[in-house]
């Protein structure tokens, strides 16, 4: 998707041409914000607010599991629980366009605009993940207790969904610029992961999930924190949600105090077992793994590109480092 001019050409010519659909005047200004499995635009018609388009990847998601996605959204928000832009029903009724692109359709969906700023890597964190953890509490606390409507669909992030015999994002062993010793190296890391993650898909851990609340998906306006995105949304690990929220820090020294104030955070909302912190590194390492999966069968992405082989280095570095001291 938007990987070639002619591609991003027709589907905002396809985007604009819907945007009456959402009350949008077609010759609003429309910036694209990013692209990554999808693409995001910001459309500015200067009359009820600014509105944020997503545009699905053809084949990403079936209408199904969007509809469900956003019906999590909306009892979160009619709950009170967390802080979340409000997707914008279409003037007929539903929420999902369809949008032509160039040999297949895409689904978009709308969103209130919500300014804020994503959290900078470079300012202190400590805070911002006690907060993340209380929230991620309120958010697993919602999805034990939520009755979900019938039809409700989304993918599952299991060992076998990640790194095992069927992976949603790609096959590790494909990762850029990875060599036949880094090779068996993960493959033995995937091992042991799977040992460790068996006993722990119990009823009481196991739940649905934001699944990518990485500093990306944060929105920081003053004292406000918002959060977006809920595009990778399924059932999973509670814990999880943890390894996602430090993607691409693993390797820096300060892991370790998010680590401790993201569990203190957590433990003010919901109660976390005594171990806990050596199972977050399970997760931390297989989040890790599956990134790396992902940046390979993701190549023609601009976001995987940046990461390129030294992601992968990276990612072999930590592996041996886990199996040093869990192995």
Not at 51 to 76: D, F, N, P
Not at 99 to 115: D, I, N, R
Not at 157 to 169: D, H, Q, R, Y
């Amino acid at each position: 998707m938007l990987d070639t001019h002619a591609e991003r050409d027709r589907i905002e010519d396809g985007v604009r041409a819907a945007l009456p659909r959402w009350g949008l005047d077609p010759d609003a200004e429309m910036r694209l914000i990013t692209v990554s499995d999808n693409a995001t635009y910001r459309v500015q018609d200067g009359r009820d607010g600014d509105v944020v388009l997503r545009v699905h990847r053809s084949g990403a998601h079936c209408r199904a599991e969007i509809k469900s996605e956003l019906a999590w959204i909306e009892a979160l928000r009619a709950d009170d629980v967390i802080t979340t832009p409000r997707p914008i029903p279409l003037a007929e009724g539903g929420f999902i366009a369809d949008v032509a692109g160039v040999g297949a359709s895409h689904h978009v969906v709308a969103f209130e605009f919500m300014p804020g700023r994503e959290p900078s890597p470079d300012e202190d964190l400590v805070a911002w993940f006690r907060h993340l953890g209380t929230l991620h509490a309120r958010l697993h606390a919602h999805a034990r207790r939520w009755k979900r409507p019938e039809g409700f669909a989304r993918k599952v992030w299991n060992f076998e969904s990640t790194l095992g015999a069927k992976p949603l994002w790609g096959d590790f062993r494909n990762a850029l610029g990875l060599d036949d010793q880094g090779r068996v190296l993960l493959e033995r890391t995937a091992r042991m992961l799977k040992d460790k993650l068996r006993p722990l898909e119990q009823p009481d851990g196991f739940g649905l999930v934001h699944a990518d609340l990485r500093l990306a998906n944060l929105l920081v306006d003053g004292d406000r924190f918002a959060l977006i995105d809920f595009d990778d949304c399924g059932f999973s690990w509670f814990l999880y949600d943890f390894a996602a929220a430090i993607s691409f820090l693993e390797h820096e020294p300060y892991v370790p105090a998010l680590k401790a104030a993201w569990m203190e955070g957590y433990r003010a909302e919901r109660p976390l077992p005594g171990d806990v912190s050596a199972q977050l590194d399970v997760f931390v390492m297989l989040r890790r793994i599956l990134l790396t999966a992902w940046a390979a069968s993701h190549g023609e992405r601009p976001a995987a590109q940046a990461l390129g082989p030294a992601f992968t280095d990276g990612t072999v570095a930590l592996a041996e480092a886990f199996l040093s001291r869990h192995g």
